[in-house]
């Protein structure tokens, strides 16, 4: 079927293509025209197939109906799993969903904000910020934009965020590490160390050990390149390894380390040490649950995630969230 055009459009509104097209752009006022035959134009296209209805249909509304999800890695499992979630509650609702990656890049996130809010028009951003603090976002001309804060947290700064209990997770399953026997434990980190996930994710494993009196050790904690993930945990447990030959359990503060670390220990140097070797993940993903290797995870509620965002940020928009919400969501350990 052939989709109207501007000129169909003319013809069965009995206005002139100019008159149309100055509605469409948001000057009849400038022009004159009267508000009887906008809102008439305005009303045409929002019911007619022609292209440009969702902006006719903007221009009444002052929406866009596109939200903005900015993560810094949409190929993890687990951001990809909370985007699909915030689609289903933005679909229904009758918005979009526009997604982004940082590659937790700081300059990059600038530039997707940026781009969302100045060329794409997004009604709202839902963002898991690589920034280390508040600088960018506490800026005044920020100051009316919707936006929800999802996974990280930035220091000091008064906003609207749906997090889970990083630090209660990872004092939870160092925990059950050291009451299934491990008394020695690697922390396998990750960059941006500064990011307060990884933060919180850190103080619990310090804090889980000191709470069972076993020593810490920072020469167990080891940090991982995010950008070079498979290289940094293959020479990262090699010199555990050979620094602490007593070595009986490793905590990757991540699912990509996690898998990056079941594929070193299968490799023939580690083989003879695989089977001492106690695992644990931060994030419970399905390769966990179809591997020989016994993962102990820490599973986060994705799905509540991308729920509860979503449906603060459509709060938001609409008018009905005046004071900031900050929504922190409880971890639970899978034993395997």
Not at 99 to 104: F, H, K, L, P, Q
Not at 112 to 128: C, H, P, Y
Not at 183 to 191: D, G, M, N, W
Request: proline letters at 2%; charged letters at 25%; aromatic letters at 8%.
């Amino acid at each position: 079927m052939k989709r109207l055009q501007l000129e169909d459009l003319s013809k069965q509104l009995g206005y002139s293509k100019t008159l149309i097209s100055m509605v469409l752009n948001g000057k009849g006022n400038q022009y004159g025209i009267s508000k009887k035959t906008q809102s008439a134009v305005l009303d045409a296209v929002s019911q007619l197939d022609y292209t440009p209805n969702k902006f006719a249909k903007a221009l009444r509304t002052g929406k866009s109906y596109f939200v903005g999800l900015i993560v810094a890695d949409i190929s993890n499992p687990f951001y990809s799993t909370i985007a699909k979630n915030i689609e289903h509650v933005l679909f229904d609702r009758g918005y979009n969903l526009m997604v982004c990656s940082t590659e937790e890049n700081e300059e990059k996130e600038k530039r997707l904000v940026e781009m969302m809010l100045n060329q794409q028009g997004v009604d709202g951003v839902i963002v898991a910020t690589t920034f280390k603090d508040s600088s960018f976002y506490d800026q005044p001309r920020f100051a009316k934009t919707p936006l929800v804060f999802i996974d990280r947290l930035l220091p000091l700064f008064n906003t609207n965020y749906v997090v889970i209990d990083n630090y209660g997770g990872s004092l939870e399953v160092v925990t059950y590490l050291i009451k299934k026997g491990s008394k020695k434990i690697a922390c396998l980190s990750i960059t941006p160390s500064y990011l307060s996930t990884i933060e919180d994710r850190v103080n619990g494993y310090k804090d889980a050990l000191l709470k069972n009196k076993l020593k810490q050790d920072d020469s167990l904690i080891k940090l991982i390149r995010f950008e070079n993930i498979n290289e940094d945990v293959d020479n990262a447990l090699k010199e555990l390894l050979t620094s602490h030959p007593d070595l009986d359990a490793v905590y990757a503060l991540n699912n990509h380390i996690a898998t990056a670390l079941l594929k070193t220990i299968r490799k023939k140097e580690f083989e003879k040490h695989s089977d001492r070797l106690r695992i644990a993940s931060f994030d419970d993903i399905e390769l966990f649950n179809i591997i020989d290797k016994k993962v102990v995870s820490v599973s986060q509620p994705i799905e509540e995630i991308g729920k509860n965002a979503s449906l603060l940020m459509l709060d938001i928009i609409d008018g009905k969230q005046l004071n900031k919400s900050n929504v922190v969501l409880a971890t639970k350990v899978i034993e395997r």
